[in-house]
Structures are given as structure tokens and as C-alpha cells.
């Protein structure tokens, strides 16, 4: 059975740092694009981060950039997403994906993991 098994969520206060893993099991995501996406209360979910199978290429949404880095562990089978500079509005539901053609389809998802951020 393959999973995406998000962890690292919290409560942290405006200008905090948290780091979000994701584990795969099941079958190897070596060749598979990684990422991560979000959703807020009564919005739509939407990209955050993508990178890409060898983690040469990352891609980023504009209201992450510079803020968030996402990385992967291929021999471990993991996509982590470090975030500084917590904002209230990246208050969220993250979820991880997996890709094998490109984020706009991801095949895989996790059952996401919650993050608070106060003012």
C-alpha cells in the first residue's frame, strides 16, 4: 500500500520556523516530482513547493519564496519543506504529493498535516 505520511505540524507564533516532512512507503518516489500544497479554511488548496526527481529544479509560489525551501532524500524516500518567517495566512492544512509527470496531477497525496501560525 503507498503512502505519504506528512508530520512536523504545529502551533507556532508570527516570524516561527517549522520544518514539515514527508515519508513515502510502498514503492520507491526516486523519479517522482515531490511537493507540497496547502489548504485555508474556506479557500481552495493551492501549490507551495515543487522539486523535481534528482532535486536540481525547485519551484516555489510566490507568497513562499524566500521564506520556504523544500528539499529530498531519495535514499530515505522523504520531501521535507523548511519554513521561516511564519505568517498568519500560512495558517493551513499541508499536504505532500507526488508526481510522476508534473504537479499539476499529482498521483500521490498525504493526509496532510495542520499549521498554525498567531499573530
Known amino acids: 500500500q503507498v503512502q505519504l505520511v506528512e508530520s512536523g505540524g504545529g502551533l507556532v507564533q508570527a516570524g516561527g520556523s517549522l520544518r514539515l516532512s514527508c515519508a513515502a512507503s510502498?514503492?520507491?518516489?526516486?523519479?517522482?516530482?515531490r511537493g507540497w500544497f496547502r489548504q485555508a479554511p474556506g479557500k481552495e488548496r493551492e501549490f507551495v513547493a515543487s522539486i523535481s526527481w534528482g532535486g536540481a529544479y525547485t519551484d516555489y509560489a510566490d507568497s513562499v519564496k524566500g521564506r520556504f525551501t523544500i528539499s529530498r532524500d531519495n535514499a530515505k524516500n522523504t520531501v521535507s519543506l523548511q519554513m521561516n518567517s511564519l505568517k498568519p495566512e500560512d495558517t493551513a492544512v499541508y499536504y505532500c504529493a507526488a508526481a510522476i509527470t508534473n504537479m499539476d496531477k499529482p498521483d500521490y497525496w498525504g493526509q496532510g498535516t495542520q499549521v498554525t501560525v498567531s499573530s
Open positions: 510502498g514503492r520507491s518516489f526516486m523519479s517522482y516530482e
